[in-house]
């Protein structure tokens, strides 16, 4: 359940973003996932799509980095890289 609340921070994010941006859609998010996220990219993707079904980010094409590194500052953390908006 845990994963849930971090990807809809992710997409409350998201929806802010292309708000202030005057965007209609957002066509492409890339996201990268910390070595100690404890989460995998599949399962990731899984939960991006059911919590961005119905908002401005429903069907953007999501590219996922995964780092390996365990001892960056950020290897816990869901990082926001960009978005591709319309």
């Given at each position: 359940m845990h994963e849930?609340?971090?990807?809809n921070d992710l997409i409350q994010k998201i929806k802010a973003i292309a708000q202030e941006q005057s965007?209609?859609?957002?066509?492409?998010?890339?996201?990268?996932?910390g070595a100690l996220s404890h989460i995998s990219a599949d399962h990731f993707r899984d939960h991006f799509i059911a919590a961005a079904r119905g908002?401005?980010?429903e069907d953007a094409k999501l590219e996922i980095e995964t780092f390996r590194d365990?001892?960056?500052p950020q290897?816990?953390?869901?990082?926001l890289?960009?978005?591709?908006?319309e």
């Amino acid at each position: 359940m845990h994963e849930f609340s971090l990807i809809n921070d992710l997409i409350q994010k998201i929806k802010a973003i292309a708000q202030e941006q005057s965007a209609q859609k957002v066509v492409g998010v890339k996201v990268s996932l910390g070595a100690l996220s404890h989460i995998s990219a599949d399962h990731f993707r899984d939960h991006f799509i059911a919590a961005a079904r119905g908002t401005i980010a429903e069907d953007a094409k999501l590219e996922i980095e995964t780092f390996r590194d365990e001892y960056d500052p950020q290897a816990q953390d869901i990082l926001l890289e960009s978005l591709e908006l319309e």
